[in-house]
């Protein structure tokens, strides 16, 4: 996984809520077997329409984008991060997020960033009236930084530290290789079995 | 202080805890598919990692399986490609898996449970956000996304940060016609398509210890729709007698041990849960999906709302966005909403007592003209089982198409989708834009509103049906 430390670019507002991950990425597109190639798959049934905002020239290149609440509800597909990510996304805001999404998007180096839902009105003003605006997101400060907003933002210390460092989850894990053995041998012998191993 | 049931067994599964750090939980059960494994198998090749568990970890095919033609080579290169890559993946890793012919294949929260591989206590995860069925032993079962997903095959845990505990109290009785979809579709419409974010939901109350295994699945299924981590009720007599005997459920000495423990998950009386609904069961009625979520839902004897009338301006916004997806108008009566497909299956209403309940109905009935009807059976198993009661007959003889077992029209992946613009009533758990085909819309509904509306042409419930030769409701 790439480091995150802060990334400056401009935005795309998103005024919709529920976005959920069918839209992200229809089914469709989920029979691949890669994990990239998908961004002509995001948000594939709105791009059909030339007045979605991802459509118009001067969101090309944007790479923050500002959506409405509960962003990445439904389905767990990783392809979802993945098409946004293939697009050239960095980071996404909203004031909140579906726990799996967000899982996904972190593990990924995809930056989910929470605000308040007012913090995200004056974004979407902002970037709405000047599209080339920049929208910064900085880790190390935990800031949103815009013309006229300034916003902190939490994030759990264990997951910042894991972004900042590029850190794979399965090495770590696998550090601690003598506590999995360990529960290993003190599981109840009742519990099921797939097979006889 | 006591514990919630969701905080033991969290806490049986804890192999490392430390200071500013997820919890690292160790995974008793891992179930495959071929839609979202064959990045997590690629990640494990090109760190040359092994399964660690293969004794823990199971695969079935689902999503792009077709439901008709099954003993031919299926059609859409890329579906096949993908199950292809499953069972390739299976073979060079040494996991068990129940392919497409097979005689336990079937969608995977069907399989793990009748299997009895699903079991009070234990951690369950898949690949898939339904992933909260199997909750509804008492097991704490969440869906993943692929990354975790190469993370349980590698290692057979999960770091993860312990989710807050929501009580939903359901008590009374439920009336005749109000089934366990009925209430989960109202319990979303009420806490919200956000409403269980950030929390494991524990249902609970007399109205739930009376419901089968199968309902408390519907139920435990669509926790996920609410937004939820994960929906758990705890394991009661009902969950034993549904257990005892199934191929993977403990026997002699290990079953009187698993039992004991099993009997010990129960949410303290002096717990304490983060935040509690109350539902009065008896003020349910049936109820199904108007809009674009599964938040967006009536009682069926009610209209389509009027955007207008919400207050906060998000909510308003995306009701007017699904009244346009939908093609529906503010204050049309939803019984007048006319289908032209009907949908009876998936990982939610796709088991035999969710088939036996429309084909009661159904039952000396046809299938109305123009309308098309899909009975999908959730496994190989549930749909033998159905042969063998002659549901499937009944279900031919009333018009409808008798189908094999997948997730099918649940999700646009393999050959049954709506086409842009027609209109289902679905038993499936997601009304999304496009989910049962692009342009396609949806209704979310029971198994016996889905019958009765198959036979009126509209959204109906059993009670409409008051001509009705048959006996009605279940
Ligand atoms: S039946 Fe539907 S919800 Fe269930 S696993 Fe299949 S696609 Fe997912």
């Excluded at chain 2, 539902?279 to 599964?294: C, H, Q």
Aim: net charge negative.
């Amino acid at each position: 996984m790439e480091a995150f430390t802060a990334h400056t670019g401009r935005a795309v507002p998103l005024r919709r809520s529920n976005v959920d991950t069918d839209q992200i990425i229809p089914a469709h597109w989920l029979k691949k077997v890669t994990r990239d190639g998908f961004e002509d798959g995001l948000f594939e049934a709105w791009r059909k329409d030339s007045s979605f905002v991802l459509n118009q020239p001067e969101r090309q290149g944007a790479t923050v984008l500002v959506a409405g609440p509960d962003f990445g509800t439904g389905s767990s597909r990783e392809h979802a991060v993945w098409a946004l990510q293939n697009y050239g996304f960095k980071a996404v805001i909203s004031s909140r997020f579906a726990d799996i999404f967000r899982g996904n998007s972190l593990k990924n180096g995809l930056l989910t960033v929470v605000l308040d839902q007012k913090v995200v009105d004056a974004l979407w003003e902002l970037t709405e009236a000047d599209p080339t605006a920049d929208v910064t997101v900085d880790l190390e400060k935990r800031q949103v930084l815009a013309e006229g907003i300034t916003a902190d933002f939490d994030l759990d210390e264990n997951a910042r530290w894991r972004l900042l460092n590029g850190l794979d989850d399965i090495s770590l894990t696998l550090q601690n290789e003598a506590d999995i053995t360990a529960y290993e041998a003190s599981r109840p012998a009742f519990k099921p079995r797939t097979i006889q191993a | 202080m006591g514990r919630t049931l969701a905080e033991k067994v969290w806490d049986d599964h804890v192999v490392r805890r430390a200071e500013g750090e997820p919890d690292l939980l160790y995974i008793d059960l891992h179930l495959l598919h071929e839609v979202t494994s064959p990045q997590a198998f690629d990640g494990l090749r090109q760190n040359a990692r092994q399964v660690r568990r293969l004794d823990l970890t199971i695969a079935t095919e689902d999503h792009n399986t077709p439901t008709i033609d099954i003993d031919k080579p299926i059609a859409d290169p890329v579906s096949r490609a993908q199950l292809e890559t499953l069972r390739k993946n299976c073979a060079d890793f040494g996991v068990r898996l129940h392919p497409l012919g097979d005689v336990e294949q079937g969608v995977v929260h069907v399989v793990g449970p009748q299997l009895g591989l699903t079991q009070p206590g234990t951690t369950v995860v898949c690949g898939d956000s339904h992933t909260s069925t199997h909750g509804a032993f008492g097991a704490l079962a969440f869906g993943i996304g692929t990354s975790q997903v190469e993370h349980v095959l590698a290692t057979q845990t999960l770091p993860l940060a312990r989710p807050k505990t929501m009580a939903i109290t359901v008590e009374g009785e439920l009336p005749d016609s109000v089934t366990a979809k009925d209430l989960i579709l109202a319990i979303i419409a009420r806490i919200g398509t956000g409403g269980g974010q950030g929390y494991i939901l524990e249902y609970r109350g007399s109205a739930i210890e009376k419901l089968s295994m199968e309902a408390r699945m519907t139920i435990c299924n669509m926790s996920i729709e609410a937004g939820a981590r994960a929906g758990m009720i705890a394991p009661d007599q009902t969950t034993f007698d549904y257990l005892r005997g199934r191929d993977h459920a403990p026997e002699g000495e290990d079953w009187d041990a698993a039992v004991a423990y099993w009997k010990t998950l129960r949410t303290d009386d002096d717990a304490v849960f983060d935040a509690e609904v109350f539902i009065d069961a008896t003020e349910l009625a049936p109820f199904v999906t108007w809009g674009t979520n599964p938040g967006q839902g009536a009682p069926l004897s009610s209209s389509v709302p009027d955007p207008a009338s919400y207050e906060d301006a998000s909510e308003r916004h995306a009701a007017e966005k699904a009244l346009e997806y939908m093609g529906l108008s503010a204050g049309q009566p939803l019984r007048d909403i006319k289908v032209d497909t009907v949908f009876v299956g998936s990982c939610t209403n796709g088991r035999i007592e969710d088939l036996r309940s429309a084909a009661a109905i159904l039952d000396g009935r046809k299938v109305a003209d123009g309308v098309r009807m899909l009975v999908v059976p959730g496994s190989v198993r549930v749909a033998l089982q159905a042969v063998e009661e002659g549901l499937n007959k009944v279900f031919t003889e009333a018009g409808a198409e008798w189908r094999h077992a997948g997730c099918s029209m649940c999700l646009g992946m393999n050959p049954d989708q709506l086409a842009p613009g027609e209109r289902s009533a679905s038993t499936s758990n997601r009304n999304f834009e496009g989910r049962q085909g692009k342009g396609g819309r949806t209704h979310l509904v029971s198994p016996q509103v889905a019958a009765a509306t198959a036979v009126l042409g509209h959204l109906a419930s059993p009670a409409d049906l008051s001509e009705a030769p048959a006996t009605v409701g279940v």
